[in-house]
Structure formats: structure tokens, C-alpha cells
């Protein structure tokens, strides 16, 4: 029998989330669709199998049976190595893929003409990005969360309490990019009483912020005098320019994080695309976060949500929903016919790659989705 969708484990280094959840698993089941689980795939979300059982799942025996039996594996992050071997020509994987900085897994897609549609690429007609924006907000908000932390003596930190206390300054929180990430990072680290700035290019988030936060932030066009003159002044950079489906550009010279206060933290929340800061040369854990460079800290963990995994599987699930609800009602062909929002999510089909970004950041050869399924895309 073949289900819809099929459920895993994840296998990347500290991943504990989930890609559906046992209420919207509910809600599929509601829907007529049918998803195959490997067992124990939400126990370090917080989830037994017994909620997913209660909600029409059914549980294979083993992971290869997920993998053989399912039409669409929904996944939270890429597959890894050892899942390779299931691929096969009739598989859609859905999932954060990364592609542009991942060039093994994309010649495994290809030779196996795997069709993936990677979350991050799912755009909607505005240039809203709604399967990336969840995870987005939580990373922005940990962000802060994390840099408080490391900013402890006990830590390595230069001892600084963000919030300061009367009569002593609050420490300074510098966030590059006024995005998803940047603005919810910016919402907590104004709660927590820090001195906050946010750069940005574009002029009209800039304002945005300003009429949400007033004199409680400060905005900066973001250039490479700016760069140079503000952020060895941070306690704390936030750093999270994300160029949609291509490698992150380095916006943060070696020569300006050499000029950081000495105990300062930095975190690169577009790592998973490449990493903003010249100096962030190796992805971190949730276990050893950060690495001194310079005498300040770098923290580069790829999977910030996956610390909170309860809230973050639950917002990605419910995120997905409409999505894989269209998918497993009317498949794959049928799907991305009628959603644009889906077929701008389509990285790799037969063979072929289908996101021009993408390509143009492996240096591959572009195809577009509209000659490979054979009719125009509304």
C-alpha cells in the first residue's frame, strides 16, 4: 500500500523536531490522507506514538518501509547521507534543503530524479517566504536568548547583562538585517531593556521598524562604513541576511570582527545558507555552540529552532498543512499547477534542477518547471 505521506526521524546532529505533528496528522486523516510514521519520529518533540496512533497513523516496522512505501516524505531538514540509498524516481521529498550549499545531496537528487521541494523556496506571489517564517521568527527570538547566555563570564562572554541595571548601561544588541529574523530578534531584545540597532538595504523595513519601536531602536542603512564604525561596538551581533535559495553573502569582514570588544558574541543565524561573517568558517552544536576567534565568540548553530522543538515542530506543522493537504488531495503535477506558491518550491525534478538560484550557485544547468511537466503554470 502506498500512503501519502511518510514521517522519519531526523538524523542531523541535534535535530529534535518533527515535520508533522499528531494534530495536524488529525487533520490530514480528516481530509482522507494517509501517513506512515517510523516509530518514535516525535519523541524528542514531545510527542508518544500513542498521540499519533490516535490520530490515523500508521507505524512501519522499520524506516525503510517509510521511506518504500510513502509517495511524499515531509521531512524538517535535508536528508543526510545514509538516507540516499531510498531515493527513487517516483519520490517527492519535502523539506529545508539548502541545495545552494549543498551540491552532494543535489547530485543524489538529481541522479536519482528525486523530485524535492525545499521550504525555504516556497514563495508566495508578494515574495513572502511562509514555510521559512516560522522558524525564522523562533530563531530571531532565541537568537537573543542564546547571546544573553554566552555573554555570562561562566561562558566565555565578557560578562555584560543585556538589560543593565540602574546606573550601569544596558549592553548593545547590533542585528544585521531587518527581516523575519532580524525583527523578532529586535522585539526580544527591546523586552529585555537592551540598547538595540537593526542595518538593513532596504530603506522601507527600516521605517517599519522605526514606527513599530520608536526611540526604543536605532536604524542604520547598512554599508560597509556603517559596518566598520558600528558593530565593534556591540556586545552582541546578530547577523541574518538570507538572499532567497542562494548562498548568504558575507557582509561582515574578518577585519571588523578583529575590532569587536574582546568577550562579545556573535551569532550567524544564515548559516544554513552559507553565514553572513567572514570570521564563521565551521558550523557549531547546540552542545559546543561556540568557537573564540579573535577574543570574541562565534556561535553558528545550524538548527537554532530544534532547541525549542515542541513549539518550533508545531508552528512548522501547522505551516505545512495547506500545502501537503493540496499535495495529497490533488498530487504532485496537479499541486504545483495550481499553486504558484508550491511549484517555486520545486528545487529538483526529473533529473533536472528548477530553481534558477539554485543553479546559479552550483554553477548547474537551469531548467524551468513549465517545459518539464508540460503545461504553464498559473
Known amino acids: 500500500m502506498k500512503y501519502n505521506f511518510g514521517v522519519v526521524k531526523e538524523l542531523k546532529e541535534d535535530e529534535t523536531r518533527v515535520s508533522i505533528t499528531p494534530d495536524v496528522a488529525g487533520m490530514l486523516h480528516s481530509d482522507g490522507l494517509s501517513i506512515i510514521m517510523e516509530k518514535g519520529a516525535g519523541e524528542l518533540s514531545g510527542f508518544s506514538d500513542e498521540e499519533y496512533t490516535e490520530n490515523g497513523v500508521i507505524f512501519a516496522d ?3 518501509e517509510v521511506w518504500k512505501n510513502a509517495k511524499i516524505i515531509v521531512k524538517v531538514k535535508e536528508p543526510q547521507p545514509v538516507e540516499y540509498k531510498y531515493f527513487r524516481p517516483d519520490m517527492v521529498i519535502m523539506s529545508y534543503l539548502h541545495l545552494a550549499v549543498a551540491e552532494g545531496l543535489t547530485k543524489e537528487l538529481l541522479k536519482n530524479k528525486v523530485t524535492s521541494i525545499a521550504c525555504e523556496s516556497v514563495e508566495t506571489p508578494d515574495g513572502q517566504l511562509p514555510l521559512l517564517a516560522p522558524m525564522s521568527e523562533v530563531a530571531g527570538r532565541m537568537a537573543v536568548q542564546i547571546g544573553a547566555s554566552l555573554l555570562e563570564e561562566q561562558n566565555g562572554g ?39 540597532s537593526v542595518f538593513d538595504i532596504d530603506s522601507k523595513k527600516l521605517a517599519q521598524m522605526d514606527r513599530i519601536y520608536g526611540s526604543a531602536i ?14 565593534p561596538k556591540a556586545d552582541l551581533l546578530i547577523s541574518s541576511v538570507l538572499i532567497h535559495s542562494q548562498v548568504a553573502p558575507k557582509i561582515i569582514p574578518e577585519a571588523v570582527v578583529k575590532n ?46 530544534s532547541a525549542v522543538p515542541k513549539t518550533s515542530s508545531s508552528a512548522y506543522s501547522y505551516v505545512m498543512y495547506p500545502y501537503l493537504k493540496a ?22 525534478f526529473n533529473g533536472e534542477i528548477t530553481n534558477e538560484a539554485v543553479a546559479q550557485s552550483l554553477n548547474y544547468e537551469y531548467t524551468q518547471i513549465e517545459l518539464l511537466v508540460g503545461f504553464k503554470l498559473k
Open 327 to 348: 499535495l495529497g488531495e490533488k498530487g504532485l503535477i496537479e499541486a504545483i499547477k495550481e499553486n504558484q506558491d508550491l511549484s517555486n518550491g520545486v528545487n529538483t
Open 218 to 231: 536605532k536604524t542604520h542603512y547598512c554599508n560597509p562604513v556603517k559596518i566598520a564604525q558600528e558593530i
Open 260 to 305: 569587536m570588544k574582546k568577550g562579545s558574541v556573535i551569532i550567524d543565524v544564515a548559516i544554513d545558507q552559507g553565514g553572513n561573517v567572514e570570521t564563521i568558517d565551521k558550523i557549531t552544536t547546540r552542545q559546543n555552540p561556540v568557537y573564540e576567534k579573535y577574543g570574541v565568540l562565534h556561535c553558528a548553530i545550524p538548527n537554532i529552532p
Open 62 to 64: 522499520n524506516v525503510e
Open 158 to 196: 565578557s560578562g555584560v547583562l543585556l538589560s543593565g541595571v540602574p546606573g550601569v548601561q544596558p549592553g548593545k544588541v547590533i542585528i544585521v538585517g531587518a527581516g523575519v529574523v532580524g525583527s523578532n530578534a529586535a522585539q526580544v531584545a527591546i523586552g529585555m531593556g537592551a540598547d538595540v
